[in-house]
């Protein structure tokens, strides 16, 4: 049994948490809501009243926060997270969030004597609960081979992308081509719709033709297609249009510091732009496909 400080228990953290709960191992959490505090703290966790307290006599500290300044913030600040971890300890950082930021985190961990990888997560909320989430490791390939017990216990895929921020540079491509293939997927069932399919056959057709995709075969963005998704249930939940908007951004950051060609992910990031700019930015993303469908 592992001591583990987990802080970030939002629609991700949280069932990560819970997964390491049910695997015997003893988790102090925190969070800003408290209620998310309380919702681990009756499936067994231990609360604390602050990041610094819950690293107290942590073996592994594992954070899931939502973009690179909340993570800078809570690392690097006057009372920074890493003037508190023990000497001992091993940082997970599961946020997803600029490569560049990752490696400034990493670094300053190098200069206090701790060890850090950067393990951002792909596979939704549904893969969080699951506990077969994939995660994308970046850092040194031993302190992944000690990280890997706990990262089995939240995951079923866990890929060493390379050194310090690699992880997050694999994330934002992964990201990247998923906002690609909802949009594209989105306007494919629309244009379907609107010319008298409907829009399961279609999703059927897809699913087994050269256009099938993850966002059509596990993600349908269709209300009525597919159960269990959050088109299911009015777009509550998942992973918000805010969050892809955020990562399409840094796939642009990334870009542009290396002079490379994302015309369709461009394309992706206004659409996702548009729609969150309609009061929609905490839908989960696939309801991209209203900024697109017919209503009748």
Known sequence: MSKIAFIGLGNMGGPMAANLLKAGH?????????????????????SATSAAQAVGDAEFVITMLPASKHVEALYLGDNG??????????IMDCSTI?????????????????????????????????????????????????????????????FHAGAAGAGQVAKIANNMLLGIAMAGTAEALALGVANGLDPKVLSEIIVKSSGCNWSIEKYNPWPGVMENVPAARGYA?????NLMLKDLGLASEAAIS??????????????????????????DFSSIVNLVKQEK
């Open 26 to 46: 003893r988790v102090t959490v925190f969070d800003l809501v408290p209620q998310s505090i309380q919702t681990l703290v009756e499936q067994g966790a231990q």
């Open 81 to 90: 997270l890493l003037k508190h971890c023990p000497s001992s300890a091993l």
């Open 98 to 158: 600029a490569a560049d930021s990752a490696r400034r985190v990493a670094q300053a961990a190098a200069e206090r004597g701790l060890r850090m990888i950067d393990a951002p997560v792909s596979g939704g909320t549904g893969g969080a609960i699951a506990g077969t989430l994939t995660f994308i490791v970046g850092g040194k390939a031993e302190d992944l081979a000690r990280a890997r017990p706990l990262l089995e216990k939240m995951g079923k895929n866990i």
């Open 237 to 241: 939940g998942g992973f918000g249009v």
């Open 258 to 283: 290396t002079g490379s060609v994302i015309g369709l992910g461009e394309l992706a990031r206004n659409l996702f732009a548009l729609h969150s700019s309609q009061g929609h930015g905490q839908l």
